[in-house]
């Protein structure tokens, strides 16, 4: 039997979602022309592509780099996570609140991880990415002409992978494409070299790169298919694939260009976070540079294939980094993972086979096609093969960016990083990045590679290496890593979203009280620990609370380490607790006998002479000739309550009879004097019309409270829900 695209597992969850173009390049248009996003302009956007602006309401509420008010002349954003706080970072916005926090001019937020950890602590003045210790200069300039734009960090000399010797420009890089697009190298024979270099997804999951490409290319064969390069990397401690950007753009987009080559792509984006801009901009300047000599376009090197290059700029929010929350993000919805399988080489963007890699690993492919696979191999320490880059940071000496041998030993890698800062021992670390456990200084002698980090109890993850020095609070620091977790968890599942939560407050707890975890506080912590790992969705909640864990076995104040045997000692103490139940478990019958059809959250009651702009819920018999009904809740477009999903959670809204409108159409129903509006009957019957032609039933609601005082809309009541 053939499965068709549309029949994959899976795809039934994503019904009802909304088709056509991503909104989000023109949400990111409107915020970079006005600083933020106007209603007015918000109200066109959705009139100009015919979608309703509950859509649009839901995407704005879901990024956080979308604002909806007007921003204050300086934005003002410093970084509280794990390397910055490491580096007095809850001294420095201490200090930094006390200067600025009642200052009109500026507007002060603490954020996630900036990927800016190598000057940390670090801060943005209008996005300009700067250590604390400049903010003060840039506030001062962004009060007046500006801070102008930021350039990326770039090193002077070239980095010991790197093929192509140092002064070539385009015509002299991009040599396997070249070969591939001329018919010297086959698709079989990249993927073939792949598989012997040993090579493994360097975003987190270590997935074997030569295999993922032989997938996807074997996957759906003449189908339109993509590729993306995963450039989201927002882990606190994390910042090697922005240095890798701003250094080797060409071998990024070699490896970037040859996976849609050897899959069949003719489509490829590069994902980037909104806080590199810097990296952005060498980006497109690169990809400016192969379109003018021809090597992408509609005939790449003359080879009659068509390879496009393009860039697609977050709208904020590690969980993006997950390649199907990024996926939902770039189909324009809301970023949440999707439930895998299907994996996105079967059943990606827009439900095309997509090949996605990270950053580095796409980098790394060129390489090992210029030197080969045997060369490859040989550059690792032992059984580890080739170069891993590694960002440093927290309690270094040199915090940054090191292209070190793969299995180089974590000791060696801080000795490169010039040591522990001020000569102090280490406390602990953790070897890659937040999601992995901590090791404790017994455990320095050991390489960094996936499978030496994966029997120690941790992992090479996102390869961030975080010292910590003796002394420094474990509890406080791993407790830091899980606000970050808790933060940014999308909110999908209940485990990551509550566990985190629960998880938090009560270390925040036991934090601020001065005391240390008791038996029955380790007990829930282990429980909610298990939980998120086996029930969240995505990777997120499974790792969130095991740093934490990793710590329990010292002592408050750090000094001794976690050693993998303790590890396995706490997650043994999980496996041997009773009573630890997460959520109540009902049967099928019991869970329906409990369901209610969607409830009335907010039905407003309004004079008819205010009746202005909105849908009435009930019949009406005027007394009075009454203008159109334009409006609804969301914006003027009818809509149904189960279609709110986002919308619904901020509004206070409940949309209970369906409206005539047409996608992206106001109504335009007006009562004659002593005119009978029979809502009910003729909503019903366009609703059975709608159904038909769209697959979606549009609805109604009432207006909100906010937008009734505008529309003169004295007399406005909330009924309780019911
Ligand atoms: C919460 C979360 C965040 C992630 N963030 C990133 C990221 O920023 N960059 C990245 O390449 N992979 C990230 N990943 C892993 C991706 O889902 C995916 O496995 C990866 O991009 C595949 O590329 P690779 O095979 O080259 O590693 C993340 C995963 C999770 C669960
Ligand atoms: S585990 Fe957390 S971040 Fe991942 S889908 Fe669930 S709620 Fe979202
Ligand atoms: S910039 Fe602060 S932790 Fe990365």
Redesign the pocket.
């Known amino acids: 039997m053939t499965i068709s695209p549309e029949r994959v597992a899976g795809v039934e969850a994503r019904a009802g979602k909304f088709p056509g173009p991503s909104l989000i390049p023109a949400l990111n248009a409107i915020q970079a022309r006005l600083g933020w996003l106007p209603r007015e302009e918000l109200e066109e956007l959705a009139r100009e592509v015919r979608r309703p602006r509950y859509e649009i309401e839901g995407l704005i509420s879901f990024y956080p780099h979308f604002r909806t008010t007007p921003p204050k002349k300086v934005q003002l954003s410093v970084c509280h996570d794990l390397s910055c706080w490491l580096r007095s970072g809850d001294d420095r916005i201490a200090e930094i609140k006390a200067k600025y926090g009642q200052d009109t001019d500026v507007e002060l937020v603490e954020v996630s991880c900036l990927g800016r950890c190598d000057v940390a602590p670090a801060a943005a003045v209008n996005e300009h990415p700067t250590p604390v210790s400049e903010v003060d200069n840039l506030v001062t300039s962004a009060r007046g002409e500006g801070v102008g734009h930021a350039s990326a960090s770039r090193r002077a000399e070239p980095w010991p992978n790197d093929p192509y010797p140092a002064g070539y420009g385009v015509a002299e890089r991009y040599k396997s494409l070249r070969a591939f697009l001329a018919g010297e190298i086959s698709a079989e024979s990249i993927v073939a070299t792949l598989k012997d270099s040993g090579l493994?997804?360097?975003?987190?999951?270590?997935?074997p790169?030569g295999q993922?490409w032989g997938l996807v290319a074997a996957a759906q064969p003449g189908t339109v298919k993509y590729a993306i390069c995963?450039?989201?990397?927002?882990?606190p401690g994390?910042f090697k694939?922005r240095q890798i950007l701003a250094d080797q753009p060409h071998l990024v987009l070699e490896g970037l260009l040859l996976g849609m080559a050897v899959v069949g792509a003719e489509e490829g984006w590069v994902f980037i976070r909104h806080e590199y801009g810097p990296e952005e901009h060498v980006l497109r300047e690169e990809i400016a540079a192969l379109r003018e000599a021809g090597v992408i376009g509609a005939d790449a090197c003359g080879s009659g294939k068509r390879l496009q290059l393009d860039i697609f700029v977050s709208p904020g929010g590690?969980?993006l980094?997950?390649?199907?929350a990024?996926l939902e993000c770039m189909e324009g919805h809301r970023g949440e993972?999707r439930n895998k399988p299907p994996f996105p080489g079967n059943y990606g963007l827009h439900g095309r086979p997509t090949l996605?890699?990270?950053?580095?690993?796409?980098a790394d492919v060129p390489v090992i096609l210029q030197r080969g696979a045997e060369w490859w191999a040989e550059q690792g320490v032992g059984e580890s093969v080739g170069w891993k880059f590694f960002a440093v940071s927290g309690h270094v000496q040199n915090p940054g960016v090191y292209c070190v041998p793969m299995g180089t030993t974590v000791r060696e890698l801080i000795d490169t990083a010039g040591g522990v800062l001020d000569g102090a021992e280490v406390g602990a670390v953790q070897p890659g990045g937040a999601s992995s456990n901590f090791i404790g200084p017994d455990q320095l002698d050991l390489q960094l590679d996936f499978g030496t980090l994966a029997k120690a109890g941790t992992m090479l993850g996102?390869g961030a290496l975080v010292v910590l020095a003796e002394g420094t609070d474990l509890l406080a620091a791993s407790t830091n890593v899980l606000r970050f977790f808790r933060n940014e968890s999308c909110g999908k599942c209940v485990p990551c979203r509550v566990g985190s939560t629960k998880a938090h407050t009560l270390l925040r707890g036991v934090l601020d009280s001065g005391s240390t975890l008791d038996e029955a506080q380790r007990g829930k912590i282990l429980q909610l620990e298990e939980a998120m790992r086996k029930t969240s969705i995505?990777?997120?909640g499974q790792v969130a609370l095991g740093p934490v864990v990793s710590v329990l076995g010292l002592d408050k104040g750090g000094g001794s380490g976690t050693s993998a045997a303790q590890a396995g000692r706490i997650e043994g103490t999980a496996r041997t607790l009773s009573g630890r139940e997460f959520f109540t478990t009902r049967t099928v019958a019991e869970a329906l006998a409990g369901f209610r059809p969607a409830h009335r959250t907010g039905v407003e009651e309004v004079a008819l002479s205010a009746a202005l702009h909105r849908v009435p819920a009930a019949d009406i018999l005027s007394p009075q000739a009454l203008p159109g009904f334009a409006k609804s809740t969301v914006d003027g477009f009818a809509v149904r309550a189960a279609d709110t999903y986002g919308a619904s959670e901020g509004l206070p809204s409940y949309l209970d009879l369906i409206g005539s409108v047409r996608m992206g159409e106001a109504p335009t129903v007006s009562v004659k004097p002593g005119g009978l509006r029979r809502d009910a009957d003729r909503w019903r019957g366009s609703r059975r019309r709608r159904r038909g032609r769209h697959g979606r039933v549009h609805g109604r609601d009432h207006a909100r409270n906010d937008r009734g005082d505008k529309a003169g809309g004295a007399g406005w009541r909330h009924r309780p829900c019911r």
């Open positions: 493994r997804g360097m975003g987190g999951a270590g997935f790169t993922k995963n450039a989201d990397e927002s882990e994390t694939d590690y969980i980094g997950e390649e199907t990024l993972p996605i890699n990270s950053v580095e690993t796409f996102s995505c990777g997120l």
